[in-house]
């Protein structure tokens, strides 16, 4: 009876490390896509970074902008979907100031802050 006990626990014990270390690969495996994502859409855009420094923030804009395309894709009651394009690393506040003649209100600046936020019509 104490024998079949303690199989019960280590079965217990393989089952929960089995479903801790799928969620750390399934993690590392949602990052790994992000970034082949990335790479595939600078590769379709032509877009080339300065620097390191530049391409790991364009990277980070261009997530948010996949996870707010995919979150609002999940949404059952939109009548339309979302997809990247040519303006995915671009923050909203970019987007509007190079594409729309957009100012930047006088007494404001451009923080990175702001610039980090996700991409919103």
């Known amino acids: 009876m104490a024998f079949e006990k303690i199989l019960v626990m280590i079965a217990i014990f ?3 490390g089995t479903l801790l270390t799928s969620q ?3 993690r590392a495996l949602y990052k790994a896509s992000i970034a082949e994502k990335h790479e595939q859409w600078m590769a379709e855009y032509g877009r080339v970074y ?3 420094t530049e391409k790991e923030r364009r990277f980070a804009i261009f997530k948010k902008n996949v996870e707010f395309v995919e979150k609002f894709n999940n ?3 939109k009548t339309y979907k979302l997809s990247v394009n040519q303006f995915s690393d671009m ?3 970019e987007f509007r100031r190079q594409h729309t003649g957009y100012k930047t209100p006088a ?3 451009l923080t990175s802050s702001s610039e980090d936020k996700s991409f919103t019509y």
């Open 50 to 52: 300065p620097d390191s």
């Open 107 to 109: 007494g404001s600046s």
């Open 24 to 26: 750390a690969t399934s």
């Open 91 to 93: 923050t909203s506040e």
């Open 14 to 16: 393989i089952i929960l």
């Open 75 to 77: 949404d059952r009651e």
